[in-house]
């Protein structure tokens, strides 16, 4: 009998180890409980500023550019000098045109006292002579210009549809643009210039025509005369205009971006030599994902940060959305829809300048003294979000409401109340009614 009551002994110590041993553990948990405070929903970007306003100070008559004695950085006033074209050329042709004016003014004078010579029609003739090669080189030139035209109109088409497609960047486009509107500027420069040429050639035509008929209407001759006066006037004043654009001024104040011509060298009109700007009028573009920039409406509050504005945090305003989205690939190359948005804020005394790197929060919600819980304390199931509510050191699953989240917290609506404790980060191992061991602060850090 006692031999048995051993083996039963034996059997109930074992039975209560295995059950010791098996028996649920209690699962440990961080621990975070339901808050009041503020929540905000927030979207952020990276962004770059750029100026409001850029003047592309371009050369307003084509010749010798003199040096620039601009540099980046530098502050200008409006009304400031900042290039020259030498004047010479135009001056003296200034000169020569006022000579011939006096020239003619005194055979207007003369008309009815002096006969034409030989050696006045022979000038003429050489005069038209010269100035029908001259036309001839001009005409040559500008079949050489149109040439370059055509090709710069064929790059620009040829990049418009590739830049629809984001397969060259907007500055590539700039670039075509410029090109194809300074190939244009230059023929119709060399259309002025074959004008002058064919001008000259009338004047020469008509002189030795004057010349030739020996005209017995002095009156007819004077007419005549004063035709050629009025024709070299108007080049006068087509050429004293071109003088006075020779001094290159600042159309406002502003600093200097880029110095695009430094040395002296020949220039054609419309070649860009400065770039201007206020820097204290800046806005900041920055591109959103489109389905984040559908939320977006002007007038939203902006925070702008970043490493160059160090611990400081301005305030902006959203300016614009783009109606238009773009495609773009991301550094891990997928294929994103972006939306550009425009910020505007005060850069007054912020350093900041044309193209700094910035980041952009805009707010589309803010909510103060709300119930909120901790994102990683909420899991989302198909029916719902829910949180495991601590009671009695079991879990508890309960359903919640949720509303604007910031990344960090969400705002909960109903389900919960304030101070409820919660576990953090729910594992696989936790659910509906399993007993929990919360972890000290130290290893819930760790």
Do not use: C
């Not at 770059?48 to 371009?58: D, H, L, Y």
């Not at 304030?418 to 819930?444: K, M, Q, S, W």
């Amino acid at each position: 009998m006692r031999r048995w009551l051993m083996w039963i002994l034996i059997a109930l110590v074992v039975a209560a180890g295995i059950w010791w041993f098996q028996r649920p553990r209690p699962v440990p948990i961080d621990a975070v409980h339901v808050t009041r405070g503020g929540v905000r929903h927030t979207l952020e970007e990276q962004g770059k500023t750029r100026v409001i306003e850029r003047f592309v100070v371009s050369a307003p008559v084509a010749g010798r550019l003199l040096r620039v004695g601009l540099e980046e950085g530098d502050t200008v006033t409006e009304k400031q000098t900042i290039a020259v074209i030498d004047p010479l050329p135009l001056e003296s042709r200034v000169q020569e045109i006022e000579s011939q004016i006096r020239a003619i003014e005194r055979r207007i004078d003369g008309v009815g006292t002096k006969k034409p010579k030989a050696q006045e029609i022979e000038r003429a003739r050489v005069l038209e002579q010269t100035a029908s090669e001259a036309l001839r080189v001009a005409e040559g030139e500008r079949k050489e210009l149109v040439a370059l035209q055509k090709q710069a109109d064929r790059e620009l088409e040829r990049l418009i549809p590739l830049a629809r497609e984001k397969r060259v960047s907007p500055s590539e486009l700039d670039d075509a643009r410029t090109a194809a509107t300074q190939a244009k500027q230059r023929v119709d420069a060399q259309d002025n210039r074959i004008r002058i040429r064919r001008l000259a050639i009338s004047v020469a035509r008509l002189e030795r025509a004057v010349l030739e008929a020996r005209l017995s209407d002095y009156d007819w001759e004077e007419k005549v005369y004063r035709e050629q006066v009025g024709g070299l006037r108007a080049s006068l004043r087509s050429i004293t205009a071109d003088l006075a654009r020779t001094t290159i001024v600042a159309p406002a104040a502003g600093t200097v971006l880029a110095v695009h011509k430094e040395s002296e060298q020949f220039v054609a009109a419309g070649t860009p030599i400065v770039d201007i700007a206020d820097l204290e009028r800046l806005e900041i573009e920055a591109e959103y994902l489109s389905e984040d920039a559908a939320h977006m409406r002007p007038g939203m509050k902006v925070e702008i940060f970043g490493r160059a504005l160090g611990e400081r945090v301005l305030e902006g305003e959203l300016l614009r959305v783009e109606p238009s989205a773009f495609e773009k690939v991301s550094s891990l190359g997928v294929e994103q829809q972006r939306v550009r948005v425009i910020v505007k804020f005060d850069a007054k005394g912020t350093g900041l300048g044309d193209g700094f790197r910035v980041e952009v929060r805009v707010i589309l919600d803010a909510k103060e003294s709300v119930l909120r819980a901790p994102e990683g304390a909420l899991f989302r199931q198909r029916d719902g979000w829910y949180a495991y509510k601590i009671v009695d050191d079991k879990a508890r699953r309960v359903r919640v409401e949720t509303g604007i989240r910031d990344g960090r917290s969400r705002e909960i609506l109903s389900g919960l109340d304030e101070n409820d404790e919660l576990v953090l980060y729910p594992a696989d191992a936790v659910g509906n009614g399993t007993r929990i061991e919360r972890l000290p602060p130290a290893e819930a850090q760790k």
